[in-house]
């Protein structure tokens, strides 16, 4: 079975880079057609869509994060990841991973990662 | 960006009785393949979201048939017939029509 797991700090400092991890299970982060991604929500508020990669290289990201965020791919280890840099405390958030394959998707239990000295 | 416009934002309904959420998209959500990428989510306390519907109206293996989602361009409904306990949450509608994917600002059920 598909499970996803989110790992990494769950404290950053303002201006520095937030980094977390997405571990797959279940299933290789190279199967074709699978489109791997990031969400986050602040605490009590909406979901945002970060961006989400589909394994040969394709990249999206929104727009208003864009100069800031990568999302790659570590194969050898089947994971993705998420950098956010230049942190400020508004992006403090839940940070889920997700995948979308055909008309289903799977999630991870999600990161409380904060920002603040 | 696909802006998603969800009504109401509350909605306290009785054990039996009928709930309805509404989602408007301020474009479009036809893609030139014929589909339309309008999809329902439910966030229980504590969880992360759970796909209910895709593609407007699909439900989800095992989601119970009392979900019903329609629409068409830019009007969507999600329609509880029968409203449970389990049913409490707050429900998202979300567009992958085009990036950035966005989503609705969410709609709280809670049970009377």
């Known amino acids: 079975q598909l499970q996803l797991q989110e790992s990494g700090p769950g404290l950053v400092k303002p201006s520095e880079t937030l980094s977390l991890t997405c571990t797959v299970s279940?299933?290789?982060?190279?199967?074709?057609?699978?489109?791997w991604g990031w969400i986050r929500q602040p605490p009590g508020k909406g979901l945002e869509w970060i961006g989400s990669?589909?394994?040969?290289?394709?990249?999206y990201y929104n727009p208003s994060l864009k100069s800031r965020v990568t999302i790659s791919v570590d194969t050898s280890k089947n994971q993705f990841s998420l950098t956010l840099s230049s942190v400020t405390a508004a992006d403090t958030s839940v940070y889920y991973c997700?995948?979308?394959?055909?008309?289903?998707?799977?999630w991870g239990q999600g990161a409380l990662v904060s920002v603040s000295s | 960006d696909i802006v998603m416009t969800q009504t109401p934002l509350s909605l306290s309904v009785t054990p039996g009785q009928p709930a309805s959420i509404s989602c408007k998209s301020s474009q479009s959500l036809l893609h030139s393949d014929a589909k339309t990428y309008l999809y329902w989510y439910l966030q229980r306390p504590g969880q992360p979201p759970q796909l209910l519907i895709y593609e407007v109206s699909n439900r989800l293996s095992g989601v119970p048939d009392r979900f019903s989602g329609s629409g068409s361009g830019t009007d969507f409904t999600l329609k509880i017939s029968r409203v449970e306990a389990e049913d409490v949450g707050v429900y998202y509608c979300?567009?992958?029509?085009?990036?950035?994917?966005?989503f609705g600002q969410g709609t709280r059920l809670e049970i009377q």
């Open positions: 979300m567009q992958s029509k085009q990036v950035p994917i966005t």
């Open positions: 997700w995948v979308v394959i055909e008309n289903t998707d799977y």
């Open positions: 279940g299933v290789s982060i190279t199967s074709s057609s699978y489109y």
């Open positions: 990669i589909y394994y040969g290289g394709s990249t």
